[in-house]
């Protein structure tokens, strides 16, 4: 019968679904556009998360020897404070506490209070994101055992969603011709400054791999538990993290994505049109093998006289078009 020191309820799984659950938010979902402004060669572009990966793993390698000898909750404030002085300390307690988590997790939930208002308009993302984040206060306040199951089952739902996606970007019809062997000039690239310019971005996705040392008093066998959490957790993010960002080159042409942080529809203003390659871009068009031409048109022009304000709104985004709004028939 196993018996466990009072007040240590977190095992190896749940410890590994936190540091998990820290490392995985919208950094690696925003940063490919920003990264294809400067690299655009695939090789460069997947060693930017495995280098990121490598210096986490090498952080993680760190903390697992400090908190195996201090085995404490309190992160880096109980680290930095009884190795260093109590001031280093304190000074890397408050960075943590706002630009390390409290951050991160507001960013993360705007984000979907964002992508939540685009399929119900009517929802406000700052009111969504202020909902979200208190209702998850009030669950880990409620109950101990209910966080902790709260947290192992969102975060395994979170992995196998993502673990879809990548399953089935394998499966699109028109794949993007990719290689990520190394080629002519990918090493310049690596030891240029535009390189380490977007190493920034990928390692503040990696944040979140020493999450696990914040609550040290509570895991159970926590010297061995604690580096096994860490190591497994930080490998197995930067796994999804490459397998991720390739799937997202290996189904969507480069210079769709370049420079976008997001997708949104386009709002045409006044006297605007947008005309769609078919051919080759996807917008819910069947592939033509009927043997004859088809045409399709979707197009809203009309005569500023002509023009009839109508209630009628927009079957995706159920919202009215930014000035022109939708027009009665002729």
Partial sequence: ??????????????????????????????????????????????????????????????????????PRSGGEYHLLSYSLHPSIGFAAGIVSATVGFTAPSVASAILLGKYLSRIFPFLDQLIVASVVIGGLHLIHMKNIRLGIRFQDSFTAMKICIILAFIIFGFFVEQSQPLTILP?????????????????????????????????????????????????????FVMVLYVLLNYVFLYTTPINVMEG?????????????????????????????????????????????????????????????????????EL
């Fill in 1 to 70: 019968m196993k018996t466990h020191t009072k007040g240590r309820h977190i095992s190896f799984f749940s410890a590994s679904s936190f540091v998990i659950a820290s490392m995985i938010g919208t950094g690696v979902f925003t940063s490919m556009g920003y990264q294809l402004k400067d690299i655009h060669s695939i090789f460069p572009l997947m060693m930017l998360w495995v280098i990121g990966g490598i210096i986490a793993l090498s952080g993680v390698l760190c903390y697992a020897e400090l908190s195996t000898a201090l």
């Fill in 260 to 328: 976008k942080e997001d997708f949104a529809p386009m709002n045409a203003r006044y006297g605007e049109f947008y005309m769609w390659d078919g051919a080759n871009l996807k917008h819910g068009n069947k592939k033509n093998e009927t043997g004859s031409t088809r045409v399709s048109f979707d197009f809203r022009v009309l005569p500023r006289s002509k023009y009839v304000e109508s209630g009628k709104k927009s079957v995706t985004q159920g919202m009215p078009f930014e000035i022109g709004q939708y027009y009665e």
């Fill in 183 to 235: 080629l002519d000039g990918d090493l310049k690239i690596i030891l240029s400054s535009s390189f380490a310019a977007n190493l920034v971005w990928v390692l503040y996705a990696y944040t979140g791999w020493n999450s696990v040392i914040y609550i040290s008093d509570e895991i159970i066998n926590p010297k061995l538990n604690i580096s096994r959490a860490m190591l497994f957790s930080t490998f």
